[in-house]
């Protein structure tokens, strides 16, 4: 079972192109996994004939698991051979269940950019004795009270990978994703009472274990500010009205609140480039350009795919892009490259009638932007009148490690003169 990103433990299988006694050559496609972010299919990558399948559909294989065995010409003995035994960490995964590597952005020129990466931003860290480990598999052995320094790692050079971890432990349950009642405690008090168990899948429990984690051990505090909406709101409307059409009348884009909101937003980061910054464990990481999680409802959760560079593209470009992002995103087809990393994030709630709300923060970012609904509201004019407005309340939760109540002001009100004289954010 490939990995699939830093925090991806398991895969789901979900179909397989291949049965057992089927020749293979490189580049055919053995099976389908799924994770609680995304699905890919997992080319082979030997020739030979795939002779033994341990996990069948609706399986579900740790990171590193062997799924399956190809045998014959190009594959390697010790592909072919069982694991000697379960608590052995296997040192060398089939080569036909290597994934396809993602792709991954250019290197960049600029060393101030190169912290852009996922790999540079949060990568591995190393012990004392220079073995690497993933962030996952830090945190769970830090759950599990397991030392990492006598964990064999599996992957190259020894590097430890969760797996490592859960196999260093076995037959240890998982820990509760959140303090308090247990299942049978919670379940005592309804006696009598219908009602329908839910099991949590995969996405679920991720998101719950990672909010939980986010609250915890994040000190967030929460900025509010009403916004004059209208000068936004009529910019989009001129915009939709001016596109072109095409051969069937119908215009080429359609522009969004959300679309400017995005833009506005980078650009405020990029106003106060000091907030446009990470925590990362014993230091701040500050970029110059504005990456942008954009939360996106999908059934049974959510996931927040990126938006790179977003300060530096036209509004119709990251309109485009963001359709792009949330279609495949429901269809869980969004690469780790594509919802890892990022600045900042937002959450808009507007379209739900939600005036305001405050937002959890998506590690390990120090900032999301909370939007409501934009309603019209009266306020008092200069002259001492009464006049009507198109009025939105943002509210901006900042991690105080790394954006104090200062900065976070500072930012917070770049964002509602972007918001209010759109114009400059487009310039």
Request: proline content about 7%; aromatic content about 4%.
């Amino acid at each position: 079972m490939p990995q699939l990103g830093e925090t991806v433990a398991e895969g789901k299988i979900t179909k397989w192109f291949k049965a057992a006694g089927d020749a293979v050559k490189p580049g055919d496609n053995l099976f389908e996994i799924e994770t609680d972010k995304t699905s890919m299919e997992v080319p082979s990558t030997t020739s030979g004939t795939l002779s033994e399948i341990r996990f069948k559909v609706g399986d579900v294989a740790k990171v590193g698991a062997v799924v399956a065995i190809i045998s014959g010409a190009g594959a390697s003995a010790a592909a072919s051979s069982p694991p000697k035994a379960p608590a052995a960490p296997p040192r060398a995964v089939p080569a036909a269940v290597h994934s396809t590597p993602m792709p991954r952005p250019a290197a960049p020129t600029d060393p101030f950019n190169a912290v852009r990466t996922p790999e540079r931003n949060f990568g591995p860290a190393k012990l004392a004795s220079g073995t690497t480990v993933t962030p996952l598999a830090r945190r769970l052995a830090g759950e599990r009270g397991i030392d990492l320094a006598r964990i064999s790692g599996s992957r190259p050079h020894g590097r430890i990978i969760a797996a490592d971890v859960e196999r260093a432990a076995p037959g240890v349950a998982l820990p509760a994703i959140a303090s308090g009642a247990s299942a049978a405690q919670v379940k005592a008090l309804y006696e009598g009472v219908a009602y329908e168990e839910v099991p949590l899948d995969s996405m679920r429990r991720t998101i719950a274990t990672r909010l939980v984690e986010a609250k915890q051990t994040i000190p967030h505090f929460y900025l509010t500010a009403d916004l004059d909406a209208g000068r936004l709101i009529a910019m989009r409307e001129e915009a939709n009205a001016a596109a072109p059409k095409d051969k069937s009348g119908q215009p080429a884009f359609k522009l969004s609140l959300n679309d400017f909101i995005i833009k506005t937003w980078a650009a405020a980061l990029q106003r106060i480039p000091s907030a446009n910054a990470v925590w990362a464990g014993d230091r701040i990481l500050r970029f110059r350009t504005s990456d942008l999680g954009i939360a996106v409802a999908l059934e049974g959760g959510l996931i927040t795919p990126v938006i790179r560079n977003a300060d530096s593209k036209t509004v119709t470009a990251i309109s485009a892009e963001m359709r792009d992002l949330a279609d495949r995103a429901r269809q869980k087809k969004l690469r780790p490259n594509e919802y890892q990393g990022g600045s900042s994030a937002i959450s808009n709630l507007g379209m739900y009638g939600v005036r305001e709300f405050s937002a959890i923060i998506n590690p390990p970012h120090a900032t999301i932007l909370a939007i409501g609904a934009t309603r019209r509201a009266p306020i008092e004019a200069e002259d001492g009148s009464v006049k009507f407005i198109s009025q939105m309340t943002a509210t901006l939760s900042c991690d105080h490690r790394v954006v104090d109540g200062a900065l976070g002001a500072q930012l917070l009100a770049a964002f509602k003169d972007f918001i209010e004289k759109p114009v400059t954010a487009l310039v």
